[in-house]
Every structure is written in C-alpha cells, then in structure tokens.
C-alpha cells in the first residue's frame, strides 16, 4: 500500500493507492480518498449582531410637525374649532378642526396646494399624532373643513361666517395663558395690506391700490396684532378697492364685540379722521396715530413747534437717524389736545436732497420742452409739462404764450412754497389720546408698530398666501382664516424662543429651528419582540433649544413589547 498526496482547489489531500502485477508490469490502482493533509478545524458559527436582526418601517417627517402640534394642542385649535363650526368638542377621528390644523401646520413648514395635501400628509406624523387614518385626508376633506369656518345660508343667501368667534375665542384662551402685568392695558396695533387675486368669479376681487403697482385683481386682509406678543387678536377680509380708513366702523364694531379689555390702539396716519377719533374715544379705547399734514390744523401746530435737539429731546436712536421729540397743546379735530411733535435731522436733509434734486431735473426737462415747442399744440404743450412736473406742481407755476416772439414755456419756482416745504421736512405729528403717555412712550409705540408689516410679509413670503385661488367667497374667507390661524402658530413659536432667549432676532431663529427640525424623522425599530421608536436628526444644539422652551421629551425614545410576531 501507498500514499500519494493530489492538490485539488488549493488543497492537498491524501489517496490511498494498491500495487499489483498485471502481465509482468507493476501498476498502481486506486484504493479509497484519505481527506485533506491537514484536516479542517471547525469553528463556531458567530452570533448574528444586534443589527443583523434589526427590521425598520419606512420613516416619517416628525420634527417641525410634533412641535407645531403641540402648540396648537396649547393654543387648543381643535376643541375651539370644533365647539364653534360644529357644536361639540372632542370629536373623535376626523374633524375640521384635526384637518384645518393639519392644512395649518403645512402653510408654516411647506406651503402647497389643497390638491396635494392629501400626499404631504401621509409623509408626516401627523396622521399618528391626530389619531385620523392617512387615507382620510383628501382634498374633499380639506376644502370640507373651509365650509364649517365660511358658508352661505342658500335660503336666506346670507354668508355665514365663524371666523370672528373663533379668532375671539383662540386669543382669550391666549390672554388666559399669558396675562397682562397688573396695571398693564392691552396695546394693539391695526394695519391693512393688499393680496393679488387669482380669478374673476369671486365679488371680493377688485382692482385696487397696491406696494407693488400691480394692475391685477386683488382683495384686502386687515390685521389686529397684540403690540407686546405680536399675536393676532383677529382678521377683516375686505374688496380690493377698499381703503383703510373706511375699514374703522368695522374695527371698532369688532373690538366692541371681542372679549378683549380696552386698552389702546395703534393705527396709521392713512387712517384718521376726526369723525373715527371721537368715535374711538366714545368706545373707551385709548388712540396712537400719525395725522397728516394735509390737516390744516395739524399743519400750523407743526410749524409753531420748535424742537429743541438736545439730550432731553432725544427719544430713539436707530440706523435710520436719531429721533427727537416734544409734547405740545393745541387744537386738533374739534379740541384742545395734547400732541407730540417728533423730528428726524438725518431724514430732513435726506429729503431735502431728494427735493432738490428732482426739482433741478424737472428745470432741465422743462427748459428741454421749451426749446422744442415751437410746432406744438397749445393742450400737448400743457399736457407734457403736467407730466413733467408730476407731484411737484405745489412748487412749480407755468404758463403757455400764445402769441409773440420767444419761448412758449414759461415756469417759475414758488419759493416761498418751497421754504414752507423746507421746515417741514423731517417733521411729524402724533397723536395719543392717552394724556399720561410721554413723548418718548408715544412715539416708540408708534414707531414699533411697524412689526404688523413683518406679520404681512411672513404671510406673503413664508406663507405664500397669495395669489389666492379659491373662487366662491366663502372658501376665500375660509382660506385666509385659514392663514391667519398658521400665522398664530409662528407667533406662539416666536413667544416661545423669546422667553428663553436674550436676542431679539426671534424671526430669524424662528425660520432657523424649524429648518433643522424639518430634518428629524421618526422611524421604528423592530428587535425581536421588542419595538423601539427612534428618532433621527435631533442635534444636540436643536433638543437644548427645546429643553428651554419645555419640550424636553417631545423627541424620547420608546420601547414596546410586541407579542403577535
């Protein structure tokens, strides 16, 4: 017997062969296989890792839709909606008031259409959260929840809005969760803007006045905003051609009906007359308004004001200029009242500049038209020299020679015009029917009130509220609640960063927290007969804002036992 070594595979084995004679030749015949030279050393098979048997659903946008929800959860959209549009609260499943907060949250995070909500929905947490199946959020069901808000009453063709109750009611409950200091009287500041328009069939969109010079139908939002939280207290849907200061009737008429306490109201000089001054002061609302020169009493108290720039004048420094102010007595709209003249010296020679500025051109131009009048009409010469002239026809006399040598166009400068013009510049007159406020107060409750502009310019930019593009006037009203409702929910947010933060960049760090929540998602493991709930994304930097704010386990892991596997 023999051992010969084969290399088969890269391995050696052994065969066992046998020698015998065959016809006087000795050959070699083969036995049986022997296995490998070196026979193999079996190991243990390794333990499958924990992540080897880790089974995930699909994942679902969780971060900035958990928060929003929990703030209107707070702000109790839901029950508030539902007592009013429906009768009832704690409705189970489904309800206008689950799916306008849904429709809500989606116009602060990521503005779309109603037809593609239906979509957006069922990425998010929200159907979780709500306790409503995705497949129940469909348009129908979105444009159904504007109907219980807004609709029209076919028999008596009257439109039945809820809106106004609703907008009473969300900011009482507001009020209820952030109460004025003792002694401290509501402040509210009221402004009206513009919103272009998409379609013909709604009565509400007309051609109107608007920033942009836009010739396209339109209608108009008035907002009333707390001056301390900037949080709506309500809303006002107006025709296109509406202008603000026909709107007062209606603005005292609602802050009469409102729960509010009265306090004061801030409004622009657009807006006065002497007819809604003593009207707002019967209602015992206290008034802080601009009045326009063009009021002649207004007019001779400016130019008897003589403001003394000095340290005690000074009232407000900004980028602007620096503001300085007095309070004086005199006459204005029916009575003696006590008014405060304020003034700006870097905006007097800013617009002084510009005066003289666009009166030299208007010399050019003019002396231009002269030289080459000679073959015109007497009516195209004075139509081209009013265009000329444009809003600086209180400067500027001319004349058109008919007969005689020489130029046609005559003109002269009114200096004494423009002298009056010239102490004017940079000077301004408010009002503050509240006698106990100083210069300064009035004038940087004035001034501030400008933050009612940067709500418009969220609603337009952020929210992408126009163009609407509802037609029936009912979904119209119902859209803009609609956007006036998510508008609170960024306005809570912003109270919030506020109280646990020492800037004032509320508005930057608003858009930025809700930027990096919109990257947290939440999906759900499965280990065996354990199913965990993580969540993805969350920074340390995003879950410490939270944990100031009081939402420390918004985003915490879960654990459950699942015994169906």
Not at 279 to 293: D, N, R, S
């Amino acid at each position: 017997m023999t051992v010969k070594r084969k290399k088969k595979n890269g391995r050696v084995y052994l065969e066992e062969y046998k020698s015998i004679r065959i016809n006087g030749e000795v050959k070699s015949i083969y036995i049986r296989s022997l296995g490998p030279e070196k026979p193999v050393i079996k190991t243990k098979t390794p333990k499958p890792k924990v992540l080897d048997r880790l089974q995930h659903g699909p994942s679902h946008k969780a971060g900035d839709v958990t928060l929003l929800w929990e703030l209107a959860c707070q702000l109790d959209y839901v029950d508030t909606i539902d007592g009013i549009c429906c009768g009832e609260k704690g409705i189970e499943g489904i309800s206008p008031g689950k799916i306008l907060t849904a429709w809500a949250i989606n116009r602060v995070i990521d503005p779309i259409s109603a037809t593609k909500l239906e979509k957006w929905v069922p990425t998010t947490d929200l159907p979780r959260l709500m306790g409503i199946s995705p497949a129940d959020f469909t348009k129908n069901a979105f444009l159904t929840a504007l109907d219980f808000v807004c609709y029209e009453e076919k028999k008596a063709r009257q439109i039945i809005d809820f809106s106004p109750q609703i907008d009473d009611a969300l900011y009482r409950k507001w009020r209820q969760r952030h109460p004025l200091q003792p002694g401290e009287k509501e402040t509210l500041a009221y402004d009206l803007t513009s919103v272009l328009f998409f379609g013909v069939t709604c009565p509400l969109a007309e051609l109107g006045a608007n920033p942009k010079k836009i010739k396209r139908l339109q209608m108009n939002l008035a907002l009333v905003v707390s001056s301390r939280e900037k949080f709506p207290l309500t809303h006002f849907v107006y025709n296109g051609n509406r202008n603000s200061v026909s709107t007062i009737k209606n603005l005292i008429t609602r802050l009469q009906e409102s729960s509010t306490e009265k306090g004061t109201i801030i409004w622009d000089r657009g807006s006065v007359s002497n007819k809604y001054v003593n009207t707002i002061e019967q209602a015992g609302w206290k008034l802080i308004c601009g009045v326009p020169k063009s009021v002649n009493d207004a007019l001779e108290i400016l130019k008897k004001t003589n403001i003394d720039y000095s340290w005690d004048t000074l009232v407000r420094s900004s980028k602007s200029g620096r503001i300085y102010a007095t309070k004086v007595r005199g006459v204005l709209y029916g009575k003696e009242r006590s008014v405060v003249v304020y003034a700006n010296r870097q905006r007097r020679v800013r617009d002084g500049d510009s005066r003289n500025d666009a009166l030299a051109s208007i010399e050019e131009a003019l002396q231009a038209l002269a030289e080459n009048c000679s073959k015109m009409k007497e009516n195209e010469i004075r139509k081209e020299a009013k265009k000329i002239i444009g809003d600086f026809k209180d400067f500027i006399d001319f004349r058109i020679k008919r007969k005689g040598n020489g130029p046609r166009l005559i003109w002269k400068f009114k200096k004494k015009e423009i002298r009056k013009a010239e102490k004017l510049d940079g000077l301004w007159l408010l009002l503050s029917t509240d006698p106990s406020l100083s210069a300064k107060e009035v004038v940087n409750l004035y001034v501030e009130k400008d933050f009612i502009e940067k709500v418009f310019r969220t609603l337009k930019t952020h929210e992408e509220v126009e163009p609407v593009r509802h037609r029936l006037e009912t979904r119209v009203r119902g859209y803009l609640f609609l956007c006036v409702l998510a508008y609170r929910l960024i306005a809570d947010l912003q109270h919030h960063l506020r109280e646990v933060s020492d800037h004032d960049d509320t508005w930057e760090r608003t858009d930025t927290l809700l930027h990096r929540l919109g990257r947290v998602e939440r999906v759900q493991i499965r280990l065996g007969h354990q199913v965990k709930t993580w969540y993805l994304n969350v920074t340390g930097k995003v879950q410490k804002t939270l944990d100031k704010m009081g939402f420390q386990n918004m985003f915490k892991e879960k654990l459950e036992v699942d015994f169906k596997m």
